[in-house]
């Protein structure tokens, strides 16, 4: 069983910068491929970044590129979602997810085995 949890969501004005981390334990964290996604109030849940388990292969989604910096730390069981210039339209609850399953296919959520609890993102204009 893989436990995961995100930790670094929070209230910030529009412009700002949030730094979102993603702990996984209970496998071999430097074979697993990281995922973030978002669901915001009454939409659909949606890919923003993925890394691969080696850390050579990112992945964004259109609307966080060139805003956003994923990245991971593996002696501490760690990935790291860095968002600059937020907006209020990415307000929403990021969802961390792993996948250990092998080949990796970064933006479809059904290829993720593990899921964490979410942690919420708002962001005031």
């Known amino acids: 069983q893989v436990h995961v949890r995100e930790s670094g969501g929070g209230l910030v004005q529009a412009g700002g910068s949030l730094r979102l981390s993603c702990a996984a334990s209970?496998?071999?964290?430097?074979?697993?491929?990281i995922g973030w996604f978002r669901q915001a109030p009454g939409k659909e849940r949606e890919f923003v970044s993925a890394?691969?388990?080696?850390?050579?292969?990112?992945y964004y989604a259109d609307f966080v590129k060139g805003r956003a910096t994923i990245s991971r730390d593996n002696n501490r069981h760690t990935v790291y979602l860095q968002m600059t210039s937020l907006e209020p339209e990415d307000t929403a609850i990021y969802y961390c997810?792993?996948?250990?399953?092998?080949?990796?296919?970064?933006?479809?959520?059904?290829?993720?085995?593990?899921w964490g609890q979410g942690t919420q993102v708002t962001v005031s204009s």
């Open positions: 997810a792993v996948d250990d399953s092998g080949t990796f296919y970064p933006t479809i959520s059904n290829e993720y085995d593990y």
């Open positions: 209970g496998h071999v964290f430097s074979s697993m491929n």
């Open positions: 890394i691969n388990w080696s850390g050579n292969g990112e």
